[in-house]
């Protein structure tokens, strides 16, 4: 019955919580201290962490369904090691909103996929509830039924004209060019707006009435909205994806990526100079610092921030040889993929990530997942490398959390080093 207004998201986690916590109260005869006690409600996201280890794994069979060379123990051995994912596991033992969050977005996409898509824009509106910026992922979950009807017209297009030097998975930039016209021409027809529409209304429905709420509330943040302000931050893109190298690096960081990336530099020279150019310009016109950012020493993002980023002005420009390698094999990791699907997620990921002014490893837990969950299968050395990896790093982080603790100059509370 108390809202603190620093809480700048709505509700989800708390009516969830009152929802479980409250009948298994009734049913056992417990009074008002245990209902609401700190490891009661820690108990919720232990529930969410079980259900998203399961999503996980659901979701990686129907992903790689067609792949029948993965064995059921890799999808077991991938769900297990994308649920301690480290980003998102520390929060399962602490009343944050992330785990979840991250369960009804997962739970929205999976039954997207099956084609089950007015329950996921349900799911969506769940998982809304949990955080405002979830609503990219029902414009992703959209965005799948539409980048599988435009990858079956172009399929089609492509028979007509019998050109086999065209691909729908990946081409020069000439056949990309041929495909941003395939595509404006596709959605300026009335009939297949119609068709879309038809298929996608669930998920139109929940958009607009995002919409309204935006227009009511004067924005997508409830509470305290000086914090919290949306801006043009592009280099979030470049921190995104030097964040999935570092999380993703048997997948990325490879001597054979290595080798492939400095044979397509040779290749297209001109292209990669264009890059770096505009690269340089992203980070020099819209790099923002925000005051948490600087201030919070409790977060990993602070020294990250104090011991790279702010040691000489020059460093964030030279970082940007890194960022294109990042960009380039975090690209050839999903060229499986459709390139409607690519210029799909794409979108999303610029949604969900650019507008966010403060530096914040937990904004990308989603984007992290949803593009793991779309590469291929690695060998099982390399998976178990990667989840001992993962195991490593928490059982860092959690040493940290517990047993070095410190205290602020004006404040007798006791803070701890997190995510």
Same mark, same amino acid.
């Given at each position: ?268 020279? !001109? ?17 923002? !610092? ?17 011991? !790279? ?111």
């Amino acid at each position: 019955l108390q809202w603190d207004p620093m809480i700048t998201t709505l509700p989800g986690l708390y009516l969830l919580s009152v929802g479980v916590v409250k009948p298994a109260a009734w049913l056992l005869g417990w009074t008002g201290s245990v209902v609401c006690s700190v490891g009661m409600l820690r108990f919720i996201n232990l529930l969410f962490s079980a259900g998203n280890f399961y999503l996980l794994y659901l979701l990686l069979f129907k992903i790689h369904q067609k792949n029948k060379a993965v064995s059921g123990f890799q999808r077991i051995l991938s769900a297990l090691t994308l649920a301690m994912f480290p980003t998102l596991y520390f929060f399962t033992f602490l009343y944050y909103t992330d785990p979840g969050s991250v369960f009804f977005t997962l739970f929205s996409y999976l039954m997207c996929l099956y084609g089950n898509h007015k329950t996921s824009a349900l799911l969506g509106f769940c998982g809304f509830m949990f955080r405002q910026t979830n609503i990219v992922w029902t414009v992703f979950c959209a965005g799948n039924v539409v980048a599988e009807k435009l990858n079956e017209a172009w399929k089609i297009e492509l028979q007509k004209k019998k050109d086999e030097k065209i691909s729908s998975r990946k081409g020069s930039f000439s056949d990309l060019t041929r495909i941003l016209q395939f595509l404006v021409k596709y959605l300026l027809s009335p009939k297949n707006l119609v068709t879309l529409t038809a298929l996608t209304w669930p998920y139109i429905i929940l958009v607009s009435l995002f919409f309204v709420f935006v227009f009511i509330n004067g924005g997508i943040v409830v509470g305290d909205r000086s914090s919290h302000e949306a801006c043009l931050h592009f280099p979030q893109l470049f921190y995104f994806l030097c964040f999935t190298v570092f999380f993703s690096f048997p997948h990325l960081l490879t001597p054979t990526k290595i080798r492939k990336f400095l044979l397509s530099l040779r290749k297209h020279p !001109v292209q990669y100079s264009l890059i770096t150019v505009i690269s340089l310009f992203l980070i020099w016109r819209f790099t923002y !610092v925000h005051k948490y950012l600087l201030a919070d020493n409790r977060h990993y993002t602070f020294y990250v921030w104090r011991k !790279v980023f702010q040691r000489h002005e020059l460093v964030k420009y030279l970082l940007v040889p890194f960022y294109i390698f990042a960009g380039w094999s975090f690209a050839d990791t999903l060229k499986s993929k459709s390139i409607f699907w690519i210029l799909m997620y794409f979108v999303c990921l610029l949604a969900v990530t650019v507008p966010q002014k403060l530096l914040e490893f937990r904004y990308f837990i989603l984007p992290f997942l949803i593009y793991r969950l779309n590469t291929p299968f690695l060998s099982l050395y390399r998976q178990l490398l990667e989840l001992a990896f993962y195991i490593l790093v928490n059982a860092v982080t959690f040493y940290l959390f517990l047993n070095r603790t410190f205290q602020w100059e004006n404040s007798d509370e006791v803070q701890r080093f997190m995510w």
